[in-house]
């Protein structure tokens, strides 16, 4: 549990470490910092400033306080102009989020899943904390204002059980293998083409990686992960049984299996197909084309590009 009391590259705030040093520890409080930091690209309900776009793919926290400052010279909690905010998603909330709580020593880490609470009979793909609290680790929303617009409470979440309100990528995949669910009712929403049961197979591997402190963008694509979500999944595919072990690993770690996390961490290492291995394919929905990303560097060259469209920086 202690790794997650400590930073990764990604958490890390580089020289912005103050900031996250004048935040509250408590939920309420640094889950409120954190929507007064970052607007949702998408699902905010604003009109937001094309020019601010690429801002979606900053990837790290040291970058997106980078950009935050660089607009509001101040403390994270002082109000900023909701079209001013980073533009993020719900990874970026849930990472700023645990990069609060980790600067404060607290053991928190962000899960990968689907969430039934923003569109009805639909689950969209969607990120939120987990922290320990001392006595058990705990699910919080960090993108969502708390209160009666929700059926439950956005800051200590209904844990896995049939019909909770988010369900992770495994538990998600492991009741599609058995016939419980219905594949092309997740993914990122339903009148979008990205979803069914190679999409529920890649966050399986992304949620492995973030529960390894790889806390990858959401569109960033490694190892076995599948390419083409419109291909037919043929059972005899080896990715499928590798799924299979793997959710089931992750099922069982959420459970208290200390051998299963282990496992889980003995074999990201190992695997070629399971880890990032310092390079991503990044799939920017800001519609550039595909860039081969260093993590290590954090430099990145074009794989594919949209005709006309000017390249820089992820």
Not at 118 to 128: A, I, L, P, Q
Not at 282 to 306: I, K, N, Q, W, Y
Request: with cysteine.
């Amino acid at each position: 549990m202690n790794e997650y009391a400590r930073h990764s590259a990604y958490t890390d705030p580089g020289p912005f470490g103050a900031l996250l040093d004048a935040l509250p520890s408590d939920i309420p409080g640094l889950t409120a910092a954190v929507r007064n930091t970052v607007i949702h690209y998408r699902h905010s309900g604003e009109t937001l400033p094309d020019e601010h776009f690429l801002e979606i793919n900053n990837r790290w926290v040291e970058r997106i306080l980078a950009t935050d400052q660089e607009r509001h010279p101040y403390a994270l909690a002082e109000p900023r102009e909701v079209t001013d905010r980073v533009l993020g998603c719900c990874r970026d909330y849930t990472l700023l989020t645990v990069a609060g709580l980790r600067q404060h020593g607290i053991p928190a880490r962000s899960r990968i899943g689907f969430a039934n609470y923003f569109r009805e009979n639909y689950h969209h793909d969607h990120v939120v904390v987990e922290y320990w609290n001392g006595d058990r680790w705990v699910w919080a929303d960090s993108q969502l204002d708390p209160g009666p617009t929700w059926p439950f409470d956005v800051q200590d979440m209904p844990r896995p059980a049939t019909g909770a309100p988010f369900v992770t990528a495994a538990e998600v995949w492991t009741a599609f293998r058995k016939g419980e669910a219905d594949p092309w009712n997740y993914g990122i929403g339903p009148d979008q083409p990205v979803g069914g049961p190679w999409f529920i197979f890649d966050y399986v591997l992304i949620e492995l990686a973030h529960r390894q402190r790889e806390e990858i963008l959401l569109w960033d694509a490694f190892g076995a992960m599948s390419g083409d979500f419109a291909d037919e999944m043929s059972t005899e595919d080896p990715r499928v049984a590798l799924a299979d072990e793997i959710a089931a690993l992750l099922i069982a770690a959420d459970a208290g299996s200390e051998a299963a996390e282990s496992e889980l961490s003995e074999r990201f290492a190992a695997d070629d197909r399971l880890n990032p291995r310092g390079q991503v394919i990044c799939h920017t929905p800001d519609e550039r084309g595909m860039f081969a990303v260093d993590l290590t560097t954090r430099e990145l060259e074009t794989v594919s590009a949209f005709p006309g469209v000017a390249q820089s920086a992820a």
